[in-house]
């Protein structure tokens, strides 16, 4: 759990530590920032690794280090709660970049993060005086409408990818955000208003290409697809994050659609809460396939969005009518292309809150009065507007089937999901949150805490630090064949984190 005694110290170890480092890579004779011909030794290590008889490996591709202009930016995540100072990011041009840091880190025993979105909630796709390869600008988009195929870059995130199979009136399932890295989305999973319609985002992944270990200090890119290395797929179908390797691009079965229905019902206050809650719980995940649905519950309000795909504002209005009769809900439905929709309702980075933390969860039954009356108990009591109680039908929709070849997601007989989530801080502005921060993080775990009784399990894109069998909250019976897997295509257990895949041992 990061704390202020903690923020305080990475934020005065890194004066010092940018100044240790700057000196030390210079002095191997690197070029600039932009692109390095030559190899890259970290402080205090001349030659590879010993045992290493091969060329040494170069960096190439776009390359930060402390000391640049850029680094800041380029160092910092999404949850600036979290500060870590790397060694060196990489930031990949193509595939190859990609092979070339891999084998580096590997030859110099480095510690290495994958990132692409930037979004990893607990700030795991960073490094302290380590490397961090980033992949978002590994852009390219190749769709095939004909043969309903997208093969994307990794460094795509939800809105362009969202925005780009729009405009041929395609669409893959993916969640709400868009700044989000798609890859990272799909690779947990990846769910949001398209979910009961089209099933999970990884639901349509039928292919990848990903660099990985090769060899005592080696790397090597590979296809996965159905035909080869269908383990791999399997596995990265819910359980890819930066546990097998690096995912460089995607491909997807796409599906047609020609318009959405979206709409949003505001309630003041929290006086209907049980009434709204317990109506979509027990109506929503039973619907019409073509309609999504989240319910995100405020201090001040309660909020219900919805998306039907091929549909009209009648029919969503009449198919959402046993919510939208509790109370006196204000009312508004937008119907266009998917594209456009989705780009409407995206929050701008800038104005989100700085700092977050989430818990997240499964429900197979109903809450019960006693499970709403916690939510409204904890939400009256939120320590920002901004922190919310957020949940996902799920349900009887087309995520409860699994695509061919199977995945390792296992939630798919879930009821809805959920997770509590407190925002706070302003973005940008240093330490802005930090009175805050421990009331926070003990309203988040009071919170979780008090609903463990009526949920299971965990979603792997929302982690849940400190958990217990953390393994099988987020993968449930998949976790030995996980581990297969991983002993199979990274037996060095070199990509690892604070809850990667650990390699099976026999």
């Given amino acids: 759990m990061h704390d202020l005694s903690r923020r305080k110290l990475l934020t005065t170890t890194a004066a010092v530590g940018a100044g240790a480092l700057v000196p ?37 591709g776009r390359v930060v280090r402390p000391g640049d202009p850029d680094y800041p930016s380029a160092s910092l995540g999404w949850d600036e709660l979290f500060e870590h100072y790397p060694l060196v990011i990489v930031f990949a041009q193509e595939t190859r970049d990609v092979v070339n840091a891999l084998a580096w880190s590997r030859q110099n025993d480095v510690a290495l993060r994958v ?19 980033d992949v978002s600008e590994l852009k390219s988009t190749e769709i095939d409408a004909a043969a309903r195929t997208a093969k994307v870059g990794a460094g795509l995130n939800q809105l362009e990818a969202v925005t780009a199979l729009g405009q041929q009136n395609l669409a893959v399932t993916t969640g709400t955000e868009g700044s989000v890295g798609l890859s990272g989305a799909t690779l947990g999973g990846g769910f949001g208003f398209l979910t009961r319609y089209l099933g999970m985002a990884c639901d349509s992944l039928i292919g990848a290409e990903i660099v990985v270990a090769s060899g005592t200090h080696g790397a090597k890119a590979i296809e996965v697809d159905l035909d080869d290395h269908e383990d791999l797929l399997w596995a990265l179908r819910g359980a890819g994050n930066g546990n097998f390797g690096i995912v460089t691009s995607l491909t997807y079965r796409v599906t047609p659609l020609q318009s959405v229905a979206y709409l949003q019902a505001t309630w003041t206050g929290l006086g209907d809460l049980r009434g709204v809650f317990d109506t979509w719980q027990r109506t929503a995940p039973f619907a019409d396939h073509r309609l999504g649905t989240q319910v995100e519950i405020h201090k001040s309000q309660i909020l219900l969005f919805a ?20 109370g006196s809900p204000q009312v508004t439905v937008q119907t266009g292309g ?33 499970a709403i009356e916690v939510i409204s108990a904890f939400m009256a009591d939120a320590p920002t507007e901004d922190s919310n109680f957020f949940t996902q039908a799920f349900g009887t929709g087309a995520q409860a089937r699994a695509p061919r070849g199977g995945s390792a997601f296992p939630h798919r007989d879930a009821l809805f999901y959920s997770e509590p989530g407190a925002g706070w801080g302003t973005r940008g502005v240093p330490n802005s949150g930090d009175a805050l921060t421990p009331v926070a993080q003990a309203w988040i775990a009071e919170f979780s805490q008090a609903l463990r009784p009526y949920v299971h399990g965990a979603y792997v894109n929302v982690p849940n630090i400190g958990m217990q069998d953390w393994e099988t909250a987020y993968w449930g019976r998949n ?28």
């Fill in 338 to 370: 998917w594209g456009e929709i989705y780009a409407g309702f995206q929050i701008p980075t800038s104005d989100e809150p700085a700092n977050w933390k989430f818990f997240s969860q499964f429900t197979n039954k109903p809450f019960p009065r006693e």
């Fill in 24 to 60: 030390a890579i210079v002095s191997g004779g690197v070029p600039g920032a932009a692109a390095d011909s030559g190899p890259v030794s970290p402080p205090g290590r001349d030659r590879p690794t010993p045992g290493w008889d091969g060329p040494p490996a170069e960096l190439t």
């Fill in 479 to 506: 976790v030995d064949r996980l581990r297969r897997i991983k002993a199979k295509y990274d037996p060095h257990n070199i990509f690892q984190y604070e809850q990667s895949i650990p390699p099976a041992t026999c």
């Fill in 115 to 133: 990132r692409s979105g930037r979004h990893s909630l607990e700030g795991w796709s960073n490094v302290d005086n380590g490397i961090v390869i």
């Fill in 307 to 326: 998306v039907l795909a091929e549909g009209s504002a009648v029919e969503v209005k009449e198919l959402l009518k046993p919510v939208l009769s509790v």
